[in-house]
Protein backbone atom coordinates (compact mmCIF):
# COMPACT_ATOMS: atom_id res chain seq x y z
CA UNK A 1 0.00 0.00 0.00
CA UNK A 2 3.27 2.44 0.61
CA UNK A 3 4.17 1.80 -2.72
CA UNK A 4 1.17 3.14 -4.12
CA UNK A 5 0.52 5.72 -2.00
CA UNK A 6 3.83 6.79 -2.80
CA UNK A 7 3.65 5.94 -6.40
CA UNK A 8 0.47 8.62 -6.63
CA UNK A 9 2.41 11.49 -4.69
CA UNK A 10 5.84 11.80 -7.13
CA UNK A 11 4.90 9.76 -10.30
CA UNK A 12 8.06 10.60 -11.55
CA UNK A 13 10.15 9.51 -8.68
CA UNK A 14 8.55 6.12 -8.78
CA UNK A 15 9.20 5.26 -12.30
CA UNK A 16 12.40 6.37 -11.93
CA UNK A 17 13.07 3.81 -9.44
CA UNK A 18 11.39 1.28 -11.34
CA UNK A 19 13.66 1.71 -14.28
CA UNK A 20 16.38 1.83 -12.04
CA UNK A 21 15.74 -1.65 -10.65
CA UNK A 22 15.42 -3.33 -14.28
CA UNK A 23 18.04 -1.61 -15.40
CA UNK A 24 20.61 -3.14 -12.82
CA UNK A 25 19.23 -6.32 -12.72
CA UNK A 26 19.59 -6.46 -16.81
CA UNK A 27 22.36 -8.28 -18.40
CA UNK A 28 21.92 -6.31 -22.14
CA UNK A 29 22.93 -3.19 -22.19
CA UNK A 30 26.46 -3.56 -21.21
CA UNK A 31 28.17 -0.69 -23.18
CA UNK A 32 25.68 1.57 -22.50
CA UNK A 33 25.90 0.87 -18.63
CA UNK A 34 29.35 2.10 -19.05
CA UNK A 35 28.47 5.96 -20.23
CA UNK A 36 25.13 5.84 -17.71
CA UNK A 37 25.15 3.10 -14.65
CA UNK A 38 22.72 5.00 -13.30
CA UNK A 39 19.06 6.49 -14.64
CA UNK A 40 19.18 9.51 -12.70
CA UNK A 41 22.33 10.89 -13.94
CA UNK A 42 20.94 10.14 -17.56
CA UNK A 43 17.83 12.12 -17.04
CA UNK A 44 19.85 15.02 -15.84
CA UNK A 45 21.71 15.20 -19.08
CA UNK A 46 20.27 16.84 -22.15
CA UNK A 47 21.68 15.47 -24.55
CA UNK A 48 20.58 14.96 -28.40
CA UNK A 49 20.40 11.42 -29.61
CA UNK A 50 21.64 11.22 -32.64
CA UNK A 51 22.34 8.44 -34.93
CA UNK A 52 26.44 8.72 -34.28
CA UNK A 53 25.63 8.93 -30.10
CA UNK A 54 23.69 5.29 -30.12
CA UNK A 55 25.83 3.68 -32.07
CA UNK A 56 28.64 5.01 -29.53
CA UNK A 57 27.20 4.41 -26.19
CA UNK A 58 25.55 0.64 -27.82
CA UNK A 59 28.12 -0.60 -29.63
CA UNK A 60 26.62 -1.06 -32.83
CA UNK A 61 26.84 -0.39 -35.96
CA UNK A 62 29.41 1.02 -38.78
CA UNK A 63 31.85 2.65 -36.52
CA UNK A 64 34.43 4.71 -38.36
CA UNK A 65 38.00 5.60 -36.84
CA UNK A 66 40.21 7.41 -39.25
CA UNK A 67 43.84 6.37 -38.99
CA UNK A 68 46.60 8.81 -39.09
CA UNK A 69 49.90 7.87 -41.19
Not at 8 to 33: A, F, H, L
Amino acid sequence: MQEDNESRQNPKKCSETKWQIEWDRTTKGVTTKLYFPKVADRLKLKISVTPNLTMMVTGHGNIVIPVQI
